[in-house]
Nanobody, 125 residues
Framework: VQLQASGGGLVQAGGSLRLSCAAS????????MGWFRQAPGKEREFVAT????????YYADSVNGRFTISRDNAKNTVYLQMNSLKPEDTAVYYC???????????????????WGQGTQVTVSS
């Protein structure tokens, strides 16, 4: 399985970005997908996850109401729309594929077995 994340960049506080993650190598629609982020000097933390069908989502409290995860199974792609960005959202963002087809929701790094390369998001104040 290969995951390719893109869409990061530099944005001012209050702005928006949309991240994309293109997947290949496994039946994409059967597995939940997640987004995590890692700021310098901090552990990788859960951001959001979405079920295989796209019908169920779950968010970290810190982004709930500002970020939206979605997926297009026809394109084997998962997205993270980020609105009302804050400087504390600055991090490298990673997409990941769940180990199982079951939607937990999976919030631990160890729940995922394939990871994208990460894309940098920087929010200036």
């Amino acid at each position: 399985v290969q995951l390719q994340a893109s869409g990061g960049g530099l944005v001012q506080a209050g702005g928006s970005l949309r991240l994309s993650c293109a997947a290949s190598g496994r039946t994409f629609s059967r597995y939940p997908m997640g987004w995590f982020r890692q700021a310098p000097g901090k552990e990788r933390e859960f951001v959001a996850t979405i079920s295989g069908s796209g019908g169920i989502t779950y968010y970290a409290d810190s982004v709930n109401g500002r970020f939206t995860i979605s997926r297009d199974n026809a394109k084997n792609t998962v997205y993270l729309q980020m609105n009302s960005l804050k400087p504390e959202d600055t991090a490298v963002y990673y997409c990941a594929a769940d180990k199982t087809e079951y939607f937990g929701p999976a919030r631990r790094v160890t729940d995922y077995d394939y990871w994208g390369q990460g894309t940098q998001v920087t929010v200036s104040s």
